[in-house]
Each structure stands twice: as structure tokens, then as C-alpha cells.
């Protein structure tokens, strides 16, 4: 007969720092808990901590739409893909510095990565992406001034917005589309701490550390961004030129764009850096050459208000700043905390106080809605 022991469960322990998220359901929630992961069934007043563990602190999670793949990484950057169904690591990979934000798309065919002032967005296993290789990158950009800390996805999963301490917004396609270009939201006076998009627009939603909240109205319906393929050849594609100099032999040595970017830098893409391509607005043909009679884009943002929500929380502490925030896009209610422990409740657009509640004389460092509003999760 045999006589071993196998983990069970984890007691006492609390959560230290990291994000909370729901599953699917809205009945359960997943918490970082140091080095291991801990999932609390509110519905039955349970839980459960998986087996698995790592060698630093959890940080960074997020859970695919069907509840089926759980991303995980540590405070030095090492990720894991975990199977919700067998509760193993079934893939790792190394990232070159901490992950600040993790989200995967709506159509659960992509995931985004905020690490340094660089956005990795990377292919997820499934029969939805078509590809069962792990961590396999789609774009990788390097966006910003400062550390990118915050990402969110449109409901069509081809834009995303992508929030910085360097004071901006950047909204930036995925893949190359039809009546859009990348666009920047400033106006800030303090590092982004949130930004959503609204329910089925491209409409976005902006908060800053000074609680600064800005509300952006996009010139152009979802539904009209369209996937286009126009300057894929212009940035992928090599010279014609170049290319009929080589022969068959050294185009079939030529490693492909994700080679060529583990090769260089230790990644699995080639970095774009579009930090400047923000501002630009020209147009130009497949040549690349510049299209004078052409119309400008039609697609721009225009901010539609701004709120002060640090109002209150500084009555009782002048120095009180936003620590954390989340947004229901079906109810349209907005949830900042405070690093005074306090957390307030606000429905949009009219930007109506519905509760406020101090629960800490700590900060608070992670917040979360369930799925359908019914239950809030706060890290303190």
C-alpha cells in the first residue's frame, strides 16, 4: 500500500496584492493569495486553493470568458496558463519585467499584457484563435512614455485602450482596420488609474490617480470598424525590391516575424513602436507615398465632461488619491477606491453618487464587479 500526502487546502493565509476576478457565473471569486491562488464559492460559503504555487508573489491574473484558462503572473514577471478544468499549469512563460495589467478580449481569442511601456497582445489556446500553442504573440507594442498599467478591450475585440502614468489614453487596433486610426486621450494631470470602454461603442471612460474622471464620445459607430489589410503590406511586408534580389535558398532561411523578434530581443514578436504614430493623421497609398486629395480620417474623439470624484474623500484627508477602479458596462455604475480605504459608488453619465462606505484605514489596492453587478470584490 502506498502512504503519501497531496495538498488539500490553504487556511489562514489573507490576500496580499494582486487582481480579483470573477468567474463566468458571477458566484465565485478568484484571489491571489502570496504565492497561491485561492477560489472563494460565495454562493455556498466555500473555498478552495489550487495545488499549484510560485516562487514569488501572484500579481497579475485573468480568467478567459469561459471560465476554462486562468493567466497568472508573479511579481518578477513569470506567467502561468492554468487549466481551470484539471486546476494544472499548462504552459509558462517569462516575461522581461512585472505585468501591470492582464485582460483577454471579449471573444476570448486574445489576451493583453502591460509590462514596462509595452503592450503584448497574445494569441489564447482554443478552437476560437485556431492555434493550440500557448503564449504564441499577435502584436506587441511599445506605446508609451511610462509604464503602461491598465488595458481594456471594445466589445468588436479588435481596439483596445490602453492606459499609462505617463498621463494618456492610447486607443489602438489589434490588427489593421477599416475607418480607424490610433488615438490619444489626454487632458490628465496624474497617472491613469482606469479606463473602459462603454457597452457596444467606442466610447471610453477615463480616471486618473487625482480622481480626474473624463468622459469621451468616438466619432465613429463599432460597427463601422472593419478589418482591412491596406498597411499590413506597408510595416510587415520586405521591399519588393530586396526581395527579388534574394534567391529561393535565403527567403527560405528567413525566419518569420515571431523568430525574428525571440531571436533579437527574447520575445516572441517584433516590438512596433508607435508611440509617435498617434499624432499623425496622413494618409497614404499602398506605395506608402502621401495622399494629398484624400479626406482625413473621420475617426476622433471628443470629451463630452469632466468630474472631480476626489471631492469627497479629500474632505477627510486632503491627500487621499485613487488607488483603484472598475466599471459594469451593463449597469453603467463606476467604482473607484481610495488610498484612505474608503470606495465610492457612481452611475453614469449623470455621475450620481449612489453609496460610498470606508471599510479600511488602509488602501485599497483591487476592486472588481461581478458579471452582473450583484457582488463587488475589494483587495485591501
Known amino acids: 500500500m502506498k502512504f503519501a500526502y497531496k495538498f488539500?487546502?490553504?487556511?489562514?493565509?489573507?490576500?496580499?496584492?494582486?487582481?480579483?476576478?470573477?468567474?463566468?457565473?458571477?458566484?465565485?471569486?478568484?484571489?491571489?493569495?502570496?504565492?497561491?491562488?485561492?477560489?472563494?464559492?460565495?454562493?455556498?460559503?466555500?473555498?478552495?486553493?489550487?495545488?499549484l504555487e510560485s516562487e514569488h508573489n501572484y500579481t497579475a491574473l485573468d480568467l478567459s470568458p469561459n471560465g476554462c484558462t486562468l493567466v497568472a503572473v508573479n511579481e518578477a514577471g513569470e506567467a502561468q496558463m492554468i487549466s481551470m478544468i484539471s486546476h494544472t499549469v499548462i504552459h509558462r512563460y517569462k516575461f522581461k519585467a512585472e505585468v501591470r495589467a492582464l485582460r483577454f478580449s471579449p471573444d476570448g481569442k486574445f489576451f493583453a499584457a502591460c509590462t514596462g511601456n509595452s503592450v503584448i497582445v497574445f494569441r489564447a489556446p482554443g478552437e476560437l484563435s485556431g492555434t493550440y500553442n500557448a503564449f504564441v504573440v499577435q502584436?506587441?507594442?511599445?506605446?508609451?512614455?511610462?509604464?503602461?498599467?491598465?488595458?481594456?478591450?471594445?466589445?468588436?475585440?479588435?481596439?483596445?485602450?490602453?492606459?499609462?502614468?505617463?498621463?494618456s489614453v492610447r486607443v489602438q487596433g489589434v490588427e489593421f482596420l477599416n475607418n480607424f486610426r490610433p488615438f490619444i486621450l489626454g487632458g490628465h494631470r496624474d497617472a491613469i488609474v482606469g479606463c473602459f470602454f462603454e457597452e457596444k461603442t467606442l466610447d471610453v471612460n477615463t480616471v486618473s490617480k487625482d480622481g480626474q474622471l473624463m468622459l469621451w464620445e468616438c466619432s465613429?459607430?463599432?460597427?463601422?470598424?472593419?478589418?482591412?489589410?491596406?498597411?499590413?503590406?506597408?510595416?510587415?511586408?520586405?521591399?519588393?525590391?530586396?526581395?527579388?534580389?534574394?534567391?529561393?535558398?535565403?527567403?527560405?532561411?528567413?525566419?518569420?516575424?515571431?523568430?525574428?523578434?525571440?531571436?533579437?530581443?527574447?520575445?516572441?514578436?517584433e516590438l512596433e513602436?508607435?508611440?509617435?504614430?498617434?499624432?499623425?493623421?496622413?494618409?497614404?497609398?499602398?506605395?506608402?507615398?502621401?495622399?494629398?486629395?484624400?479626406?482625413?480620417?473621420?475617426?476622433?474623439?471628443?470629451?463630452?465632461?469632466?468630474?472631480?470624484?476626489?471631492?469627497?474623500?479629500?474632505?477627510?484627508?486632503?491627500?487621499?488619491?485613487v488607488t483603484a477602479c472598475a466599471y459594469n458596462k451593463q449597469l453603467k455604475i463606476l467604482i473607484t477606491a481610495f488610498s484612505t480605504g474608503v470606495f465610492y459608488l457612481h452611475e453614469l453619465p449623470d455621475i450620481s453618487m449612489i453609496h460610498s462606505l470606508s471599510i479600511s484605514e488602509h488602501r485599497i489596492d483591487s476592486v472588481t464587479f461581478n458579471n452582473t453587478g450583484d457582488w463587488i470584490a475589494l483587495g485591501v
Open 273 to 321: 513602436h508607435v508611440q509617435g504614430d498617434f499624432t499623425k493623421d496622413d494618409d497614404r497609398d499602398e506605395k506608402g507615398q502621401l495622399l494629398i486629395t484624400k479626406p482625413k480620417q473621420s475617426f476622433k474623439y471628443k470629451r463630452l465632461a469632466r468630474h472631480y470624484l476626489a471631492d469627497e474623500a479629500r474632505k477627510e484627508n486632503p491627500k487621499a488619491f
Open 139 to 167: 502584436r506587441a507594442f511599445e506605446i508609451a512614455y511610462d509604464e503602461t498599467v491598465f488595458v481594456d478591450w471594445a466589445c468588436n475585440s479588435k481596439i483596445m485602450a490602453i492606459g499609462s502614468k505617463d498621463n
Open 8 to 51: 488539500s487546502n490553504l487556511l489562514g493565509s489573507v490576500y496580499r496584492k494582486g487582481a480579483l476576478i470573477f468567474t463566468p457565473d458571477g458566484n465565485s471569486v478568484i484571489s491571489p493569495v502570496g504565492n497561491r491562488i485561492t477560489i472563494f464559492d460565495l454562493k455556498n460559503n466555500k473555498s478552495h486553493t489550487l495545488s
Open 220 to 269: 465613429v459607430e463599432v460597427d463601422d470598424v472593419t478589418s482591412g489589410d491596406g498597411l499590413i503590406r506597408i510595416k510587415e511586408e520586405p521591399d519588393a525590391k530586396k526581395s527579388r534580389e534574394l534567391d529561393e535558398d535565403e527567403q527560405e532561411d528567413d525566419v518569420g516575424a515571431d523568430d525574428d523578434f525571440e531571436n533579437a530581443t527574447g520575445k516572441d514578436k
